[in-house]
């Protein structure tokens, strides 16, 4: 293509510049060069290939014709449709069953009971005289003053605390350890009656069953007297 343009634009130049001059162009040795034709197309190549050479060009099958894939195997997994993957239909007992209505069956347990409610084991709070409350109770111990009545901690039988059952005299036993309860008798929110049923013996399992989630040990440190310890042996006489 580019010899053909250039032996176009050389002719074209050597015969204008010939008719300018005045001269014949028969006179002027001139060369001349022949007219190239411009090389063919790559588009007219390519229809000289063969079917075979087209066929190479195309990306191979896959999966391969000769793989597993297409082998009709019975090792070879077969995919299930949706049908085969859905569970089972539920029973029709459970197909009728409505939301929030429990199920019928002769094993479930019945939904109603003619047996009277149980009454709760909770103590009851009855109204102390003022100055006597929970705040009253923790600034008395932070005051100093003795709420023991002994000096220093004893070791104490069941019938030495069965002494101290009065009402000016109470001492009472809770996971082992002995306390002087006379002097949170009045500020028992249960009142002082209900303190006083554990009055001179061991009160641990009736305050489990009121009101287990109050600390003992906290609230009567300061009136701790000593330790419940078993009943000695007798001696025997001479």
């Given at each position: 293509?580019?010899?053909?343009?250039?032996?176009w634009?050389y002719?074209?130049?050597?015969?204008?510049?010939a008719?300018?001059?005045?001269?014949?162009d028969?006179?002027?040795?001139?060369?001349?060069?022949?007219?190239?034709?411009?090389?063919?197309?790559?588009?007219?190549?390519?229809?000289d290939?063969?079917?075979?050479?087209r066929?190479?060009?195309?990306?191979?099958?896959?999966?391969?014709?000769?793989s597993?894939?297409?082998?009709?195997?019975?090792?070879?997994?077969?995919?299930?449709?949706?049908?085969?993957?859905?569970?089972p239909?539920?029973?029709?007992?459970?197909?009728?069953?409505?939301?929030?209505?429990?199920?019928?069956?002769?094993l479930a347990?019945?939904?109603?009971?003619?047996?009277?409610?149980?009454?709760?084991?909770?103590?009851?709070?009855?109204?102390?005289?003022?100055?006597?409350?929970?705040?009253?109770?923790?600034?008395?111990?932070?005051?100093?003053?003795?709420?023991?009545?002994?000096?220093?901690?004893?070791?104490?039988?069941?019938?030495?605390?069965?002494?101290?059952r009065?009402?000016?005299?109470?001492?009472?036993?809770?996971?082992g350890?002995?306390y002087?309860?006379?002097?949170?008798?009045?500020?028992?929110?249960?009142?002082?009656?209900?303190?006083?049923?554990?009055?001179?013996?061991?009160?641990?399992?009736?305050?489990?069953?009121?009101?287990?989630?109050?600390?003992?040990e906290?609230?009567?440190?300061s009136?701790?007297?000593?330790?419940?310890?078993?009943?000695?042996?007798?001696?025997?006489?001479?």
């Open positions: 293509m580019t010899s053909y343009l250039r032996s634009l002719s074209g130049t050597s015969s204008s510049a008719a300018g001059s005045g001269h014949d028969t006179s002027l040795d001139v060369p001349t060069l022949a007219r190239i034709s411009p090389p063919p197309d790559d588009e007219e190549d390519e229809g290939e063969t079917e075979t050479e066929d190479n060009d195309l990306p191979p099958a896959f999966p391969a014709l000769n597993a894939q297409r082998m009709k195997s019975s090792s070879v997994p077969k995919f299930l449709t949706d049908s085969q993957l859905m569970p239909p539920p029973p029709p007992s459970l197909a009728i069953r409505q939301p929030g209505v429990p199920a019928s069956s002769s347990v019945p939904t109603r009971t003619e047996k009277a409610p149980t009454k709760s084991k909770k103590g009851k709070k009855v109204e102390l005289a003022p100055g006597y409350g929970p705040l009253d109770w923790a600034a008395l111990k932070s005051s100093g003053v003795d709420l023991r009545g002994v000096d220093t901690l004893l070791r104490i039988p069941p019938s030495v605390l069965k002494q101290h009065k009402r000016d005299d109470a001492w009472s036993a809770f996971n350890k002995v002087n309860i006379t002097p949170y008798l009045q500020y028992h929110p249960g009142g002082e009656k209900e303190l006083m049923r554990v009055a001179g013996r061991d009160g641990t399992k009736l305050f489990a069953e009121t009101h287990a989630w109050v600390n003992a906290f609230m009567l440190d009136c701790m007297v000593g330790f419940l310890i078993p009943e000695p042996a007798a001696r025997d006489s001479d």
